[in-house]
């Protein structure tokens, strides 16, 4: 039997959403931060794979490496950032749950 809302739910299921929130978030944070240079990395290895973002012929001589890392890097900030919206309003959910459930609200 599934629970109809979150009120409903069993305080199992509450903590996992937090913990899963919490799990969500972290690579967002690494993204945005470019912890130990994993941006960086993940977009070299994109580019070197051959997935080309951009159009090489619709640049100019020379600017196809600097348009395509730029193009890049927007792009994970802004996967990155729906990522960390949703971890936040896991968090935000599940963590506003539990504390109605302790102060028996």
Avoid: C, K
């Amino acid at each position: 039997m599934a629970a109809n809302s979150l009120a409903d739910a069993g305080p199992g299921a509450v903590v996992f959403m937090l913990l899963f929130g919490l799990l969500l978030a972290a690579w967002p944070i690494a993204v945005i931060t470019n912890f130990r240079g994993y941006r960086d990395s993940h977009a070299r290895r994109s580019i070197t794979a051959g997935r080309r973002f951009v159009n090489a012929r619709a640049l100019p001589d020379g600017a196809d490496a600097e348009h395509e890392r730029a193009f890049s890097r927007i792009m994970q900030y802004v996967v990155a950032g729906g990522f960390l919206l949703a971890a936040a309003a896991l968090v935000g959910a599940a963590a506003a749950e539990l504390v109605r459930r302790v102060t028996g609200g």
